[in-house]
Each structure stands twice: as structure tokens, then as C-alpha cells.
């Protein structure tokens, strides 16, 4: 079956300094995986997506970007992280219809 | 493009008693409807589906409801007990295959 995981699990970053957060997938090929953010107490905002190496869509204009290096890799950068980019960070894929979540990164920018 | 609107925000129950959370969505073409578990500190977890070819689907406590022609779906927990205590968010699959969630529910068991 497949995994997800997601490095490192927890993370605190000045304002102004830069963000890589890694994802990889295990068990599967060529899987659809996205990036959510999760601030405190509030629902699930859609960041990236990407269908295959290379391929990334981006959801909402912001300071993060995406990559995929590696069929089952998946990372989420930014230059300069800002106050609002506090959060928690959730890798997924699809597999045939149904959405597995990785473990997560939280984030906090001080 | 897709819009879910989930309700209420915040359920308390009593233990034993059903909880209901519903959702509502924009694009008829939708064929893909979960439902996801979110503890604590926790990421969200599967914990049942329901697709545009049935209307209703259940699971021992849980049962999920679909009703295409209005454009709504709901989320059915029976005999409710502490640990079912967590967020719930539904979803709905968009035409490019990406999942727009509710903005969850908050449910409380009361012991």
C-alpha cells in the first residue's frame, strides 16, 4: 500500500528566511499529489498540485512555490517566508478517486 | 468552478445520540464525494465515500447520503461516542480530478 511522508515534521523560521518542505510517496507510480495548508482551526486551502514530473498548477498567487523533481517527490519552497505563512502543511496523492494525506509539517514563523 | 458549503461549523451532541453535518456543492458534473476525519493535531483521514452512481452508502456507525438533483450530501454518525469527537470536512471532486473541501465541522461528544 502506499505512504506518504513528509520532512521535517515540525518547523519554526524567521520572517524573511526561506522554506523547503519534501514530500515522497512510496507503494505507487505516477501518483496526482498536492499541497494543502491548514492554518489553526480553519479548513483545508489548496496550494499546488501537479500530475507529473514538472508538472505544477498553482491554486492561489502567493510567496510558495512547488516542484517535482522525481516522480514520487514533491517539494514546497518559498525565498522569504512571511507571518502568514504559519501553518500546517499537508502532502497528498489520489489514488483511482480516493485521497491519502501524509503526515504533515507545522510551521510557525515568528 | 466547484464551490462546498458545509454546516453547521460547530455539532455537540450527547453520547449516544446521531450527529448530521451536511454539504452542499456547485457543479452537477461532481461524481466523487468524501468525507475525512481530522483529530487533534492529526492529518485528516478517509473514513467513507459515496460516488454519483448510488445514493446512499453506510459503514457500521457511519452512513454518507447523496442527493444529485439537489446538490447535497450529508454525513450520518449514530450512536455517538467521545472519540467520535474530531473535525469533519466533506468534499466534492472537481472536473480536473482536485478535491474543494467544506469549511468543516466541529462535532463534540458529550460524555
Known amino acids: 500500500s502506499q505512504t506518504i511522508h513528509q520532512w521535517p515534521a515540525t518547523l519554526v523560521q524567521p520572517v524573511g528566511s526561506p522554506l523547503s518542505l519534501e514530500c515522497t510517496v512510496e507503494?505507487?507510480?505516477?501518483?496526482?499529489l498536492y499541497w494543502y495548508r491548514q492554518a489553526a482551526g480553519r479548513g483545508l486551502q489548496l496550494l499546488f498540485y501537479s500530475v507529473g514530473i514538472g508538472q505544477i498548477s498553482s491554486e492561489v498567487p502567493q510567496n510558495l512555490s512547488a516542484s517535482r523533481p522525481q516522480d514520487r517527490q514533491f517539494i514546497l519552497s518559498s525565498k522569504k517566508l512571511l507571518l502568514s505563512d504559519s501553518g500546517f502543511y499537508l502532502c497528498a496523492l489520489n489514488l483511482v478517486y480516493e485521497q491519502y494525506f501524509g503526515p504533515g509539517t507545522r510551521l510557525t514563523v515568528t | 468552478g466547484e464551490n462546498v458549503e458545509q454546516h453547521p461549523s460547530t455539532l455537540s451532541v450527547q453520547e449516544g445520540d446521531s450527529a448530521v453535518i451536511k454539504c452542499t456543492y456547485s457543479?452537477?458534473?461532481?461524481?466523487?464525494f468524501p468525507w475525512y476525519k481530522q483529530e487533534l493535531g492529526k492529518r485528516p483521514q478517509l473514513i467513507i465515500d459515496i460516488r454519483s452512481n448510488v445514493g446512499e452508502k453506510k459503514d457500521q456507525r457511519i452512513a454518507v447520503t447523496l442527493n444529485k438533483t439537489a446538490k447535497h450530501f450529508s454525513l450520518h454518525i449514530t450512536e455517538t461516542q467521545p472519540e467520535d469527537s474530531a473535525v469533519y470536512f466533506c468534499?466534492?471532486?472537481?472536473?480536473?480530478?482536485?478535491?474543494?473541501f467544506g469549511s468543516g465541522t466541529r462535532l463534540l461528544v458529550r460524555p
Open positions: 468534499a466534492a471532486e472537481d472536473s480536473s480530478y482536485k478535491l474543494i
Open positions: 507503494g505507487t507510480s505516477n501518483p496526482n
Open positions: 457543479d452537477s458534473a461532481s461524481n466523487y
